[in-house]
């Protein structure tokens, strides 16, 4: 019955607890009153009152010191108070202070496991709230905090930049969901931050819902700890879709070409330069669900340099990698070596007879010269550009 009343009591205090720390201090406080109530009405005062007077007045010394006489063994056979607890009390006595411990042990083990947990904290009203994305093209700048986790995004002359304050006392894994109008949807992957401590992971993710694509930035941050994330200039290049509703129906539209199709595009090829960022993203797919089957791409160093087609080797001047699924690709520049405008990929999308010819012999070309000179690095600089969206 005892225990059942002090668990009842040890409930109001744990929602207590709780309650303060979700910053609920009414529901806290009257969790604190119910303690006192529920304690008061439970226990027996007038006993606990008794029990501590006899604990002030040396009771409780007086008890622990005949437990010791009757546990200690005697100097002499006649001394008859000491040593009346056999040698299995005693075992039992060392076998419940061993579990005592243990428990004790363990309870410290487990809160210190619980410090170390990492919260989740999520800032989507970047992109649920229209009210941001209007402040940031007003001041370009925007700030949000939630359980004293602050983000912020500035916009800079490159790209943006993006900081996070964390002052907290323990981790937490940060989740900001940025709408398009702030962030251009964009592909860059993992990205360090200006410490290289941190690594965010830095992803274009389509609302299906909505049907609308964000930039979805995730990273944990230590207790106490601020980051910024400042990536290289990323740059989105959209292809020329044909529009559907202003699209020809004669018959002459349906003769095909003995060179290919032309498909849904309206243009095929597309020059990319590395003046326009280290990072470039090339959507595979539009908003009406069409996607581009097939492409190839190849670079070049120099305008005098060959042709090359591209890989996923990332010591090459230019290399590509997929993303989201395989619904984009993502063209890497080497602007560390090469100064801005050097390097420049030419990129076809649904290649036709023409164009699948024309990129063998580029290949060709290109295995021919590694063979003669050993230079594998042959690449180029710009001559057309894209639409690219800042």
Excluded: C
Excluded at 184 to 191: I, L, R, Y
Excluded at 318 to 326: K, P
């Amino acid at each position: 019955m005892t225990i059942s009343k002090v668990f009842v009591v040890f409930l109001f205090l744990i929602f207590a607890v709780i309650s303060v720390a979700n910053n609920s201090a009414f529901v806290a406080a009257l969790a604190g009153v119910g303690v006192f109530v529920t304690a008061a009405v439970l226990f027996p005062l007038e006993q606990i009152r008794d029990g501590l007077e006899w604990f002030n007045e040396g009771g409780a010394g007086k008890w622990l010191h005949n437990g010791y006489l009757r546990v200690m063994p005697g100097r002499s056979p006649d001394d008859r108070r000491r040593g009346q607890i056999g040698p299995k009390t005693l075992l039992a006595l060392a076998m419940v202070v061993l579990m005592v411990s243990s428990l004790a042990i363990a309870g410290v083990a487990m809160a210190d496991e619980d410090s170390n947990e990492t919260a989740t904290v999520t800032h989507d009203e970047y992109l649920t709230d229209g009210a941001y994305a209007a402040e940031f093209n007003d001041s370009s700048s925007v700030e949000l905090t939630d359980r004293n986790v602050k983000t912020s995004i500035e916009e800079t002359d490159a790209f943006v930049r993006v900081k996070a304050d964390n002052p907290n006392s323990y981790a937490v894994e940060v989740t900001m969901k940025v709408h398009q109008d702030i962030i251009p949807p964009a592909e860059v992957g993992d990205v360090s931050d200006t410490d290289d401590d941190v690594t965010a992971s830095w992803e274009n993710t389509h609302d299906f819902e909505q049907d609308e694509s964000y930039t979805e930035i995730t990273f944990t941050m230590d207790a106490n700890s601020d980051v910024t994330f400042a990536p290289s200039k990323v740059r989105i290049h959209t292809m020329a879709w044909k529009d559907t509703a202003t699209s020809g129906d004669g018959w002459l539209d349906r003769i095909t070409s003995p060179f290919g199709s032309e498909g849904d595009l309206e243009e095929r090829t597309y020059t990319l330069n590395s003046s326009d960022g280290s990072i470039q993203t090339v959507p595979l797919q539009n908003n009406d669900g069409q996607s581009i089957d097939d492409w190839h791409a190849v670079y070049r160093t120099g305008p005098d340099d060959d042709w090359t087609p591209i890989t996923t080797d990332s010591s090459d001047a230019a290399f590509y990698r997929t993303a989201s699924g395989g619904e984009a690709v993502k063209f890497h520049f080497d602007t560390d070596n090469y100064a801005d405008g050097e390097v420049e990929v030419e990129f076809t999308a649904d290649p036709n007879l023409r164009d699948q010819f024309t990129y063998e012999i580029r290949s060709l070309t290109a295995g021919w010269t590694d063979m003669v000179s050993f230079d594998i690095l042959s690449v180029s600089a710009p001559t057309s550009a894209t639409e690219v969206i800042p």
